[in-house]
């Protein structure tokens, strides 16, 4: 069993800052990419940002160089701070990671985490 639990989500004016947080634990044997998908009403969700497992990166346009994702391997985290936030990302906020569970086997499997809900004012 793997748990992705993200947390840091809420309400800010235009303009703020938020952190995103997602916490991997469970049955992992290698921890791959890792990244934030958004949802926001009406839409499909969207890539934001990816991190590889060595520290590369990849972001969608709409948010570069407002937002910056990062990941701790020893904790199997990944973090995303969301600077200069615009009413337009306005979105549930979805955790992913590419995760090999066992040893034993070279398969990999994406997980989702619930989802935590980010609302920028206008």
């Known amino acids: 069993q793997v748990q992705l639990v993200e947390s840091g989500g809420g309400l800010v004016q235009g303009g703020g800052s938020l952190r995103l947080s997602c916490a991997a634990s469970?049955?992992?044997?290698?921890?791959?990419?890792m990244g934030w998908y958004r949802q926001a009403p009406g839409k499909q969700r969207e890539l934001v940002a990816v991190?590889?497992?060595?520290?590369?990166?990849n972001y969608a346009d709409s948010v570069k160089g407002r937002f910056t994702i990062s990941r701790d391997n020893a904790k199997n985290t990944v973090h995303l701070q969301l600077n200069s936030l615009k009413p337009e990302d306005t979105g549930v906020y979805y955790c992913?990671?590419?995760?090999?569970?066992?040893?034993?086997?070279?398969?990999?499997?994406?997980?989702w985490g619930q989802g935590t809900q980010v609302t920028v004012s206008s």
């Open positions: 469970g049955s992992i044997f290698r921890l791959n990419g």
């Open positions: 991190i590889t497992s060595g520290g590369s990166t």
């Open positions: 992913n990671a590419r995760i090999r569970p066992l040893a034993g086997e070279s398969l990999e499997y994406d997980y």
